[in-house]
């Protein structure tokens, strides 16, 4: 069994021998954690089911270092690419899967959101609502 070397809830990696993670309710926790275990978590991973407070850009530090130390315009493209989009790479997984916490699927326990009720338009056969007057899609008037 290897030596855990990365906090479970923000994913940052601790340096040395002698880990500074605490273990708290079976989960390996950093200082910053450990003190605040009831902080705010932004995403939700879809891969490992992970609630995580922090996200990481795709690519590698190290690899855009290395570009820019010996080849110049490689190093740029390599930058540009690594900072299109928002971050969205789970720390604990390190899959690309991470979206806000607030559009992920409800925990074990929470309510969820009831289904609307919705019927099909007419004219164009898409989904609208069962109250509306006129369809979304198409434009045109519908029965009620």
């Given at each position: ?40 978590l ?10 995580s ?15 820019y ?76």
């Open positions: 069994m290897g030596l855990k070397t990365t906090c479970d809830a923000c994913g940052r990696g601790v340096a040395g021998v002698f880990s500074s993670l605490k273990k708290v309710n079976g989960k390996y926790l950093c200082p910053t954690c450990a003190e605040n275990p009831n902080q705010d932004k995403y939700y991973c879809n891969s490992c089911s992970n609630y407070a922090t996200a990481r850009r795709k690519g590698s530090g190290w690899i855009e270092l290395v570009l130390l010996f080849y110049i315009v490689p190093g740029i493209i390599y930058s540009i690419w690594r900072r299109s989009g928002p971050p969205n790479v789970c720390p604990t997984c390190k899959s690309a899967t991470l979206i806000p916490a607030a559009a992920a699927k409800p925990r074990a326990g929470e309510a969820t959101v009831e289904s609307r009720d919705e019927r099909d338009c007419p004219y164009c056969a898409e989904k609208i609502l069962v109250k509306a007057s006129l369809c979304k899609h198409c434009g045109k008037a519908v029965a009620a």
